[in-house]
Nanobody, 123 residues
C-alpha cells in the first residue's frame, strides 16, 4: 500500500505545476482523496479534496480559483493542477486517502499518506 507523489519543483510566481498522486497496492476508486500542504514551521493543512465519485471538490479559500483537483480512477491517480502560483504556496504537498465516499475534515480524518513533494515558488 503506497502513494507516489510527483510533479513538484521550483517555479516562478505566476507559474503552474501539476502534482500527481498514484496509488499502488490498493485502489483509490473507493476512497475520497485530499491534498494537504505544510510550510516550514507551520501545521499541515488541507488544500483540496475530491469525493469518491469525483464530484463536488472542495478547496481552501487561499487556493480557490487557482487550483483544480481531479481524479482518473482508471489510472488510480489523483491530480492537483496549480495555477497562478504565489510564494506563499511554497510547502511540501501531500496526498492522503480515506476509504469513504465523502471527504473527511482535517488531517486526522485520513488514513493513508504519501511521502510528500516539495513545491517552491520563487523568482
Amino acid at each position: 500500500l503506497q502513494f507516489v507523489e510527483s510533479g513538484g519543483g521550483l517555479v516562478q510566481p505566476g507559474g503552474s505545476l501539476t502534482l500527481s498522486c498514484a496509488a499502488s497496492g490498493f485502489t483509490l476508486n473507493y476512497s475520497a482523496v485530499g491534498w494537504f500542504h505544510q510550510a516550514p514551521g507551520k501545521e499541515r493543512e488541507g488544500v483540496s479534496c475530491i469525493r469518491r465519485d469525483g464530484r463536488s471538490p472542495n478547496y481552501a479559500d487561499s487556493v480557490k480559483g487557482r487550483f483544480t483537483i481531479s481524479r482518473d480512477n482508471a489510472k488510480n491517480t489523483v491530480y492537483l493542477q496549480m495555477n497562478s502560483l504565489k510564494p506563499e504556496d511554497t510547502a511540501i504537498y501531500y496526498c492522503a486517502a480515506v476509504p469513504r465516499f465523502s471527504c473527511s475534515a482535517g488531517v486526522n480524518g485520513y488514513l493513508y499518506w504519501g511521502q510528500g513533494t516539495q513545491v517552491t515558488v520563487s523568482s
